[in-house]
């Protein structure tokens, strides 16, 4: 004790000491114990990833319920789709060569005739696009294609009629792969051993052809037949292309006293008597427009 009070600072070193070595054997053994735990942890991980590795995956029953009920769903979603799909494209049905001349002679007739009532303007000779089969036939394997194609045809230019327009100036439409084919496909293979690919095989699910159509009307009359293709429930038409233009190219002269301009459902009647020309809600446009006709080939709709 007389050794301490005598040697204070040196006591208190060597406590120090002691109580430092102390502390880093227990934070030795400390980090000694979660080191040997890791490594315990690491090798248990090493064994169940090596046994994942060599042992072969099986589902669960559960997971095997979820995977199931998922791919149900999915076709029960894509068998709705393709329903009402179905019901957006018009039907081809078996059709002869001669069988559609004579259903184009008469589609073409009703729409000359109603556009005579209408009392709207068509091209001269008009046949809906299909000018070479009005005195030609069509091969065997276009047929019921350009049968499709002329049942859409048709519910467009009735829609333009309907609409009561000034005139259609132009409608043309493509042609269909099917029209290339210039003989019959035949049965079985070709030299070589191959099988011989037609537009049939080849066809993809969804393919569209176009029209293209210019008329002159009435804004309203143009809105009409816009708005009528883009909701047709009998077939889908996509509007690729349009453009308008004013037959009006410009507007009055100012301060021309002989033609004043009035819009809007104010007008009189006694406008007309003071010479009052309106201008606004009396234009007429001239519309171009490009129309896909898209076509959903689902084998079994050949029969609708």
Known sequence: MNW??????LGIFIGGLAFAALLSVSFLFHEKSAANREQARLETTINELTRLRRSTPFPSEENFRRAKAQSDNYHDLLFALKNELKTRTFP???????????????????VIERARASKMQLPESFNLGFDEYATSLPNTAAAPHLGRQLRAIEWIANTIVDAHV???????????????????????RTRGDKESKTPEASARIVDSTS????FSGSPAAARRILNQIAAAKEQAYVIRTLQVRNRAEKGPERGDKETATVAGPFA?????????????????????????????????????
Do not use: C, W, Y
């Open 211 to 214: 029209i293209d159509i210019a």
């Open 268 to 304: 009189q009647a006694g406008a007309k008597e003071q010479g009052i020309s309106f201008i606004v809600g009396t234009e007429h446009l001239n519309v171009a427009a490009k129309i896909e006709i898209l076509r959903f080939n689902f084998p079994e709709m050949e029969g609708r």
């Open 92 to 110: 081809k049905p078996p059709l002869p060569p001669n069988e559609f001349q004579a259903q184009l002679r008469q589609v073409a007739t009703d």
């Open 4 to 9: 301490f009070q005598q040697n204070r600072f």
């Open 166 to 188: 000034d005139s259609l100036q132009s409608l043309t439409r493509s042609t269909l792969p099917e029209e290339m084919v210039t003989s019959a496909p035949t049965a079985g």
